[in-house]
């Protein structure tokens, strides 16, 4: 990545008005969270998240599946927002008093941009901190950590599974169509820590370049994206964050 890529990502920035981010695990990595697509290690190394995460895996094992997304809920618990949640918590604060607006559309579970301070999210995969009833749909929120056995019992009579969206499953009506209306308003777009691999949001690129919107990719590796975006900013988004920020509000 050169600093022209980053003043010109800056000059975008400070210019703009409504910003769409869409995140993926990448920007919670630095937060010591594993990301989706990286090696599973320890007790997990043998498994392949993409098929513990459907309904079928849940269905055939539940014991597995959701002893695996209880042991991701307390990594989540465990972790702080890091640099990079926080300057896009800012950049809110920034855009709020000029009228504008930055909305996060996040593919991540573990309410990490909420924690940092930023208040328009919009969760398209759901949170692993939410769990519901396979029987009655109620979800539940203060829930024991860890469970005490597995699968957890719903006090509704079912089972409770993690309430995020599994590979074959719909994602939220209303966080689709929070997500929509932000592609049609923005001014400008990042990609941010997302391999670019999972739709439908994986197209919401496409969506805003159709609309002559810049895009910004600020990614540790290369994605489908990257031959696509306006500007790529290669690196760790803790680190490229605040200094974007720092760069376009000095
Ligand atoms: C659906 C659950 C309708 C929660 C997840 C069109 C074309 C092709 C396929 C499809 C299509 N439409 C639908 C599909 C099927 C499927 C799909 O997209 N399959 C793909 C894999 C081929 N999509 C669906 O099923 C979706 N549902 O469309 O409903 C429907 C219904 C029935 C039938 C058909 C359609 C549901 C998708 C949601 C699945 N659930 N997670 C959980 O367990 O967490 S998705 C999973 O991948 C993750 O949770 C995450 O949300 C998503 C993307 O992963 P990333 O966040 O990008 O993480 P990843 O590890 O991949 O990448 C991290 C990146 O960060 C890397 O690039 C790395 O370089 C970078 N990085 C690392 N460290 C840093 C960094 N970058 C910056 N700084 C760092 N420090």
Redesign the pocket.
Known sequence: MSDTDLRRAAQFLSNARHVVVV?????S??SKIP????AMTGLWASFD??K??TPEAFDADPSTVTRW?DF?RMKCAEALPNP?HTALARLETLLNPHNGSVTILT???DGLHQRAGSRNVVE???S?MTWRCTRTGREFHDLPAPFPDYPPKSPDGGLLR?A????????PPAALDAADKALRECDLFFS????????????FAGIASARNIPVIE????P?PLTPRADICLR????E?LPALLHAAFP
């Open positions: 995140s993926g695990a990448g920007i990595a630095e990301t989706f697509r990286d998240p993409q513990l995460a997304y991701r990079g593919q991540n579970v398209l995969h759901g692993i993690p995020v969206v599994w590979f074959g499953e719909m994602l941010i820590g997302t391999s670019a691999l999972v739709h439908p949001v994986a197209g600020i990614n540790r590796d994605t690196g760790p988004s803790g490229l």
